[in-house]
Nanobody
Framework: QVQLVESGGGLVQAGGSLRLSCAASGRTFGTYHMGWFRQAPGKEREFVAAISWSGSMKYYADSVKGRFTIFSDNAKNTVFLQMNGLKPEDTAVYYC????????????????????WGQGTQVTLSS
């Protein structure tokens, strides 16, 4: 089992930046791909970004391409989401999750491929 703890959320002005962190318990290197999702009030949870276990493959939702960057520190079992150029529509609870390497469609952002989830961290944009 993998436990995930997100941090780094907060209140930020539009155009600002935040860096989210997700620390995983246990060894995920070589076993799990990792992803970020978000859920705004009244909306379904949606895919934001994903990174392969090796860090060599990265995928983004169209809505965040060019603004958000996902990267990992495998030595620390931590994945990050650097968010720049934040917009009011980025307001949401952000969750990290892991998909076992046997999940061949982990890169599609389908939530069904992700089996362990963190508790989420709130990101709020002020206009």
């Amino acid at each position: 089992q993998v436990q995930l703890v997100e941090s780094g959320g907060g209140l930020v002005q539009a155009g600002g930046s935040l860096r989210l962190s997700c620390a995983a318990s246990g060894r995920t290197f070589g076993t799990y791909h990792m992803g970020w999702f978000r859920q705004a009030p009244g909306k379904e949870r949606e895919f934001v970004a994903a990174i392969s276990w090796s860090g060599s493959m990265k995928y983004y939702a169209d809505s965040v391409k060019g603004r958000f960057t996902i990267f990992s520190d495998n030595a620390k079992n931590t994945v990050f989401l650097q968010m720049n150029g934040l917009k009011p529509e980025d307001t949401a609870v952000y969750y990290c999750a892991v998909a076992h390497i046997s999940r061949l469609r982990w890169w599609t952002g389908d939530k069904a491929n992700y089996e362990y989830w963190g508790q989420g961290t709130q990101v709020t944009l002020s206009s």
